[in-house]
Every structure is written in C-alpha cells, then in structure tokens.
C-alpha cells in the first residue's frame, strides 16, 4: 500500500510559476517509478511528466517540456513538478501517481498503482 499527499497548487497568472509536491509513505520510495498527471473539466486524464526510481531518467508530454521539471528526492519521499511559464491551457487537478512494477518513466495511466487525491492548478489569462 502507498499513500500520495500532493500539495502546492493554487492560483497563478500567465507566466507565472508554481512546484508542485507529493508526499509519498507506506513502502520504499526508491524502489518505484514516480508520474504526474492532470485532469481538466470535461477531459480525458493525461500524461505530464515521469521519473525513474532512482531519479535518472525522465520523461514529459511535448507540450511541457522546457516549462515543466520532474525531480525525486529520494530520502524525503517526495517527487516534485516544477512549473515555470504556466498557461491558461495548463489549468486542471493536477495528480502524482506511484508504477510499482517498473523502474522506468511511463505515461501510460494504466501503469500506474496509486494516486493522489490531487490538487488544483488554476492559470489566469
């Protein structure tokens, strides 16, 4: 069993920059592949961004990359989302999510073990 804690959302301009965190809790942090994924009103959830267990490898939908960073810290249990230049396209629940049985970066949702509740990203235009 793994429970996911993500926090940091809110309400942020167009440009504007927010971290996202998840804390993690109930099995070995290192041991699995950590992903993020968002949900808007009316759509289909998707694939944001993944990391590998230990933190080496990565990978983010095309319309994130160079404005949104993974990162792990292995020790605090916790897998970051760094969003920088955030557009009004980027507003959703946003959720971080636990693949126990890979140590590679996936962005397929049914991969993926444990979720977080979520938590809100809101850009203003």
């Known amino acids: 069993q793994v429970q996911l804690v993500e926090s940091g959302g809110g309400l942020v301009q167009t440009g504007g920059s927010l971290r996202l965190s998840c804390a993690a809790s109930?099995?070995?942090?290192?041991?699995?592949?950590m992903g993020w994924f968002r949900q808007a009103p009316a759509k289909e959830r998707e694939f944001v961004a993944a990391?590998?267990?230990?933190?080496?490898?990565?990978r983010y939908r095309d319309s994130v990359k160079d404005r949104f960073t993974i990162t792990r810290d292995n020790p605090e249990s916790t897998v970051y989302l760094q969003m920088n230049s955030l557009k009004p396209e980027d507003t959703a629940v946003y959720y971080c999510a636990a693949d126990l049985l890979a140590g590679a970066p996936s962005s397929s949702i049914s991969d993926y073990d444990y979720w977080g509740q979520g938590t809100q990203v809101t850009v203003s235009s």
């Open positions: 990391i590998s267990r230990g933190g080496l490898h990565t």
């Open positions: 109930g099995r070995t942090f290192s041991s699995y592949a």
